[in-house]
């Protein structure tokens, strides 16, 4: 069984830049999202490496994104730090809708 999420949406936080040890850039940002009984919510999005270069340059608070990675429940570590999230998506695709 396969776990990837296809995601369309609008980026609802400034994207916070990370470094780890290796210095790898690590990028985090919330995307808002709607759900079928017409309400919203969030998802905490991950970007390592070439996406995460991607947007720190060009995602900002209100860009529309698409993002297409697993589903990952629990935590994230990055170098020493762990960052704790109930659900999260780690983007393996993530596109700028202009």
Known sequence: MFNIAFLC???????????????????????DISLPDQSF????V?????DAELAARQIHRGTRVVVIGPLVRGSLKVGKEIWWNEVMVVANVLEVIE
Request: with cysteine; glycine share 6%; charged share 25%.
């Open 9 to 31: 949406g609008e980026v609802a936080s400034e994207p916070e830049l990370r470094f780890g040890e290796d210095q790898a850039d690590n990028v985090s940002f919330n995307l």
């Open 41 to 44: 919510a969030w998802l905490k």
């Open 46 to 50: 991950y970007c390592l490496h070439q």
